[in-house]
């Protein structure tokens, strides 16, 4: 298995542009979910699925950051439009329904807003 | 709602010192527990996790980590450090319950390991 794969592995955009990150989860996992890592805040987690349905956007900071997940083996972080405080690695990490087998983590997307 | 705390931000050992890493939790019941261990540059990789039984879990890389439930701690411990183990260190608790907040993992600020020679 080729783990959960994310891409761009980096993003440079100029502010006020749209951002997508996206997302392939491992085969068979039935939870994805999107983190966002800053120095200042840590690990956060913006928004998670399950079976493709999103359960809890309580972290997602406003309305300019949304997710998608048209399938099983895709999900997409959109924010539009971008600005520097937005510049972050994100993650995406999914697990299976136990809870028990943990979770994955991709490699994640380094956004640059300037 | 659930918390982690991880009071050392940076920890300096020397390679073959013994090291322990501290994580103190805030949850209403025996939460699930983990430990995660990210490179630069890379993603979080599961060390180890704690679920019920027996209260000192081994992980990969020779790490292990004591369940203490009256100190509400979850301490992650290697007895000789080697100079590849430098990296942040993240403990993370999962709410047992349903609702919400069951399925999520709330990190703590993590810790960076530096590891001299």
């Known amino acids: 298995d080729a783990g959960v794969i994310q891409s761009p592995r980096h993003e440079v955009t100029e502010m006020g542009q749209e951002v997508t990150l996206r997302c392939k989860p491992i085969?068979?996992?039935?939870?994805l979910f999107w983190y966002r890592q800053t120095m200042m805040r840590g690990l956060e987690l913006l928004i998670y699925?399950?079976?493709?349905?999103?359960?809890?956007d309580s972290g997602m900071p406003e309305d300019r950051f949304s997710a998608k997940m048209p399938n099983a083996s895709f999900s997409t972080l959109k924010i539009q439009p971008s600005e520097p405080r937005d510049s972050a690695v994100y993650f995406c990490?999914?697990?299976?329904?136990?809870?028990?087998?943990?979770?994955?983590f991709g490699s994640g997307t380094r956004l640059t807003v300037v | 709602a659930q918390s982690v705390t991880q009071p050392d931000i940076h920890i300096t050992v020397s390679e073959g010192a013994s090291l322990e890493l501290r994580c103190n939790y805030s949850?209403?019941?025996?939460?699930?527990l983990f430990w995660y261990v990210q490179s630069p540059g890379q993603g979080l990789q599961l060390l180890l996790k704690?679920?019920?039984?027996?209260?000192l879990v081994q992980g990969i890389k020779g790490f292990e980590a004591e369940f203490k439930r009256s100190q509400s701690s979850f301490n992650l411990r290697k007895p000789s450090v080697h100079w590849s183990d430098a990296a942040e260190y993240f403990c993370a608790v999962g709410a047992r319950a349903g609702g919400t907040s069951y399925g999520k993992l709330t990190f703590g600020q993590g810790t960076i390991l530096t590891v001299h020679p």
């Open positions: 085969s068979g996992h039935d939870y």
């Open positions: 990490a999914s697990r299976p329904g136990a809870f028990l087998y943990g979770y994955t």
């Open positions: 704690y679920f019920s039984g027996d209260t």
């Open positions: 949850y209403g019941a025996t939460p699930y």
């Open positions: 699925f399950n079976n493709n349905v999103p359960i809890d």
